[in-house]
C-alpha cells in the first residue's frame, strides 16, 4: 500500500511539474505564470468539466467562490449573502494597477452594457488585493469611473486574503528599488458567480466584451433550464 501511494505522489509531482512547464515555455507576453498555469491545467484537464460556454471551464471537482466578509465602497460590512439570489462578475486588483485592472474593469463595464435588460440581475464587484491603499473612499471613487452599478470591496488583510483563497486568486506585494511605491502582482480572470455564490465561469484576460455577454447569457439561460 505504501508503494501505491509513494507511486501516485510522483505521478502528481509529475504532472504538475508537466504543467508548470507547458505554461511557462507557452505563455504569452505580459501573462503572469499564475494565470498560464490556472489557464493551460484548464485546458488539460477541463475535458470532464462543465461545458465553457464561452469561459473557462472548471476542472471536475474544483470549486471556485464561497463565504466571505468585506468592506464596500461605503464602509459596510458584506458578506456573500448581500449577494445571494444574483449573479455577479467579480474581478480581483487593485486602483494603482497601471494597465491590465482598468482594461479589464472597462471590459468588464462593456459587457454589463451589453447585457440590456439582463444586467439588472447582475451586479459587478472589484475585490482589491491591496488594502493597504484601497479603502473604501477610494474604491469608490475609482469603482465609479468604471460602472454606476459597480462594487468596490476591501476589508482587513486577512480578509482580503481569505476572499481571494475561495477564488484561487494568486496576488503579492512588488517592492520597487527605485521608488517607495510599490506594484501588485495579481493573476487577472474575470470570474462569473452563480445566485449560489460558487464560480459558474472564468473568462480569461483581454476577452472581448461582447464574448462575456454571451457567455453570461448562456449561463442565466443554462440556469432558468435547470430551476438554478
Not at 11 to 35: K, N, Q
Not at 99 to 124: F, I, N, Q, S, Y
Not at 132 to 137: H, N
Request: with cysteine.
Amino acid at each position: 500500500m505504501l508503494r501505491i501511494v509513494r507511486a501516485v505522489a510522483l505521478l502528481l509531482i509529475a504532472v504538475l511539474g508537466a504543467v508548470w512547464a507547458y505554461a511557462w515555455a507557452t505563455r504569452t507576453p505580459g501573462e503572469s505564470l499564475a494565470d498560464a498555469m490556472a489557464s493551460r491545467f484548464a485546458t488539460v484537464f477541463g475535458g470532464g468539466g462543465a461545458p465553457a460556454l464561452g469561459g473557462l471551464s472548471l476542472p471536475q471537482g474544483l470549486s471556485l467562490g464561497g463565504p466571505f466578509t468585506l468592506v464596500d465602497q461605503a464602509g459596510r460590512t458584506v458578506s456573500e449573502k448581500d449577494f445571494a439570489g444574483r449573479w455577479m462578475l467579480v474581478y480581483f486588483g487593485y486602483a494603482y494597477c497601471p494597465d491590465v485592472c482598468p482594461t479589464e474593469l472597462g471590459v468588464m463595464a462593456h459587457a454589463m452594457d451589453l447585457l440590456g435588460a439582463r444586467a439588472d440581475r447582475v451586479v459587478p464587484v472589484f475585490i482589491t488585493v491591496d488594502p493597504a491603499r484601497d479603502t473604501p473612499a477610494a474604491l469608490a471613487d475609482y469603482v465609479g469611473r468604471f460602472h454606476p452599478r459597480m462594487q468596490g470591496l476591501t476589508g482587513t488583510p486577512d480578509q482580503v486574503a481569505a476572499a481571494a483563497r475561495q477564488y484561487r486568486v494568486y496576488f503579492s506585494k512588488v517592492e520597487n528599488r527605485d521608488t517607495t511605491g510599490y506594484l501588485m502582482d495579481h493573476s487577472s480572470f474575470i470570474y462569473l458567480v452563480g445566485p449560489d455564490g460558487k464560480v459558474r465561469a472564468l473568462f480569461r484576460p483581454e476577452m472581448k466584451p461582447e464574448d462575456i455577454a454571451g457567455a453570461v447569457t448562456a449561463r442565466m439561460a443554462e440556469a432558468r433550464g435547470g430551476n438554478g
